[in-house]
């Protein structure tokens, strides 16, 4: 799709130009007053704040022990102080944000890689090393990231920046030559995609900022060609892993660093090359991947969650608004303007990029005017991830069939997410916080990535594998006004050691009425189901109670148990209670039926 689009690409590669620079005041004047006084509270905190120190043993510490958060928290502390120094300064524009701008700038430049520890590898999943070595940078996520938000920051603030020490912006450009843009041209990286090898949210994210870089600094026609006939192999490769329905496998969560990551980079080359790229917007595919977001949605924070995802989410806001004005998306554009309308933190505080911040104060009054209007929803399944999603005023359900390859897969196949009255009803744990375990061979020791702890049967204790191999079959799908239903078998999900012939998982939602499930088996060992929920269930003879919110009727069960699981792990604490409880229900023959009301 891209590369065919190289053969239009123009002689000349003009700057991005993608907002007013500080000494526009009648520009910055124009974003909405409540907004900038938002930025300029956030900025008098960061000028007063002290920097943090970021130490080598800190680094080490994902070598040493696999904790990531020691150092990741002080590095993204630096870039969020930095951002909001840059914000207040463009709300402003009299010069007090200055200095400690430079001292960010500079503080930045100094660091000797621009990369996590956690990502500290020259090859896809090799030894991370256990300090940077600057002779040799690693463009990973936030690499590509800090050289997109000193290149942004460089090109907004030249001018007074130049008038403090023309040292500063000189400074920015050496380090972007070193670490983003001489790397990016004479090295492969594994996000950037070869051949065959499956691609993830990495090479969107990194593509994007990459191209960033390149456009809003004076690069030179040779440079900024080499580097659009590398990223559109790149967005290439990426988009080869998504199937025409536009579905992101890693979830609601990472369609921001993947979906919204491609919109950002074609939003770069249609601007300066619209000749070649500007046809893109009206592929059917990008609509269905800008549309994804709308369709995982359940009420309010609350996604649709398989995979590495959060059952609550950031609000939408200005790129999925963005996104969905490009392809012809009234869904999409209705849903972000209206969710972002309802953020209690409208400015983004908490976003590193300070690209994302300036598109969201550059749209705050194109969205505000947009105003609230309703958003269409309808039952959908995506072929392409094997997820089915049904809902009525009442229930909201999501079935996976699909497979245990996926990108930040949790052994998950056949596995229900329900959601009652805008609650929710049984859900997905998500992850916890990432450590160096996360991503090892040990992944599936924890629990939360495990079959037992999702919505499924075990079988004298044998749960799923992981692998693309270990795969729902016979899915079947009927979208229906009054009702829609998914079945499949999952038994090839599971190893020979399950001693299972065959699993047949039936799930629909009557509409206006209830939701049932029927789960009917061969084999040779007991299945025992597993229920997770979020509230502490009463168990009864063939009931299970969720006081309040509903009723579990137990067709074929035996006499069901509960297990209370706390939470403490900061991640899933944004999703979760300080308990949730684990129901294990054993199946009595070869057949089980729930039906939820």
Known sequence: MFVECLAQLPDFLPDFSFAP????????????????????????????????????????????????????????????MLNDLVMAELAEGQGRFLDPIMDGVLLICEESGWQLPAHNAYVRGGPRLALPDNSAPIIDLFAAETGA?????????????SALSPEIVRRIDRELQNRIITPYLSSHFWWMGNGDERMNNWTAWCTQNVLLSAFVRPYSQTIRRSIVEKAAS???????????????????????????????ALTVLSTVAPTAFSQLWQQPKLRNMAEYIVNVHVEGQHYFNFADCSAVAERCGAREYLFGLATGSDRLADFAAEDWAKNSAPELPDEINLFYRLQTALTAQAMLDHGSRPVRKADIYYPSIGLMIATD?????????????DSHNHNDVGSVILYKSGQPFLIDVGVGSYTAKTFSPQRYDIWTMQSAFHNLPSFAGVMQQDGATFAARDVRVDLGDDCSTISMDIA?????AARLRRYERRVWLVKGQRVEIEDRFEGDAPAQVSLMFAQKPELYPA?????????????????????EIPIDDPRLRLSWPERIYRVLVPVSSDWLHLTVV
């Open 21 to 80: 620079a500080v000494a526009d005041r009648q520009a910055w004047q124009a974003v909405p007053a409540a907004y900038r006084d938002r930025l300029l509270v956030a900025g008098k905190a960061a000028s007063e704040a002290e920097w943090p120190l970021l130490k080598a043993s800190s680094f080490m510490d994902y070598r040493r022990n696999g904790n990531r958060t020691r150092f990741e928290e002080l590095f993204f502390q630096r870039r969020r």
């Open 234 to 264: 790149s967005l290439d490769a990426f988009l080869k892993d998504y199937g025409e329905d536009g579905a992101c496998e890693e979830g609601a969560m990472y369609y921001r660093h993947a979906g919204l990551c491609l919109f950002n």
């Open 393 to 405: 005023e009442v229930y909201a359900l999501a079935v996976k069939a699909g497979h245990n390859g």
């Open 149 to 161: 938000q000193l290149a942004v920051l460089a090109s907004l603030f030249e001018q007074p920046l």
């Open 492 to 496: 090839g999900a599971y190893p020979q």
């Open 543 to 563: 009931l299970i109670r969720l006081p309040g919110l509903g009723d579990i009727l137990m067709q074929g069960a035996g006499i069901a148990t509960v297990e």
